[in-house]
């Protein structure tokens, strides 16, 4: 359940994951933003666009931007990775499908993606998203929402691959993965959920949590302050969430690794 914002974003969004799962979007998971809003049943900060990751093994992306195309008059955005509904919302649609090891790129960051995204989907659930105003609800959707441990991991890549305009869109990414952590790793069930991800996953957020939440906690805590005004976070706040997921993970793997 999420509350209605006084703007109607919500709602949009919201009817926008209706829409595109309904255009017979193949086995999928709602990543970004708003499955972190999801997940949190929070809306903590704001956020314009829908993003999506579909498996497209049998092309079956092309079918639903297609129907949306006929049924929404909407268009295909200008990369060809997803559309720009009637009323203007953005959807991206991430291309994943079956993979091996010797097809996953040797660059860190590239290779994460891939596979933060596939994880995302194969480990994504059945959710109703419902936006209320009061009782009345304004809009709902059937989607598989990605879960903690992958939308962390995927957040942990994309912050690393901002550049030029979209720069400022990495503070988004540390604080969703910090909501996240706080929430959902209290019991340790994040960083064993990651400690178990496939190939390097794993080590890599292990290593991502230690040098964006423990050795960067002063320059974070500043950024999420400057542009969350609400968040109140200290670097404390976050070295402590950072430091004992990173932990987690280290520590699970190594006795994975003994047994």
Not at 18 to 47: E, F, K, S, W, Y
Not at 115 to 125: I, K, M, P
Not at 213 to 235: E, H, K, L, M, Y
Request: net charge negative.
């Amino acid at each position: 359940m999420l509350a209605a914002d006084a703007d109607g974003v919500l709602r949009r969004l919201v009817a926008a994951v209706d829409a595109v799962v309904r255009a017979d979007l193949p086995r999928h998971a709602l990543v970004g933003g708003l499955a972190v809003m999801a997940n949190l049943a929070q809306a903590h900060r704001v956020t314009a666009d829908v993003d999506t990751v579909s498996d497209d093994d049998h092309d079956g992306i092309s079918h639903t931007v297609g129907l949306l195309v006929e049924q929404q008059h909407a268009q295909i955005k200008p990369a060809g990775d997803g559309v720009i509904l009637s009323d203007g919302t953005k959807v991206d649609i991430i291309a994943t499908g079956t993979w091996t090891a010797a097809d996953l790129p040797d660059d860190r960051i590239k290779r994460m993606f891939i596979l933060s995204h596939w994880w995302a989907v194969e480990t994504a659930r059945t959710t109703k998203l419902v936006v209320l105003d009061g009782s009345a609800t304004l809009a709902t959707a059937t989607v598989a929402l990605a879960q903690p441990p992958a939308l962390v991991a995927a957040k942990l890549q994309s912050m690393r691959t901002r550049r030029g305009e979209s720069a400022a869109k990495a503070v988004s990414d540390v604080y969703d993965a910090y909501r996240l952590l706080g929430a959902y790793d209290r019991d340790g069930s994040v960083a064993e959920a990651l400690a178990g991800a496939p190939m390097d996953v794993g080590a890599w957020c292990a290593a991502a949590l230690t040098e964006t939440f423990v050795d960067q906690a002063a320059r974070w805590a500043g950024r999420i302050n400057t542009s969350f005004a609400a968040a109140a976070v200290t670097p404390e706040d976050l070295e402590v969430v950072g430091s004992l997921a990173a932990e987690r993970v280290t520590r699970s793997q190594t006795e994975e690794g003994l047994g």
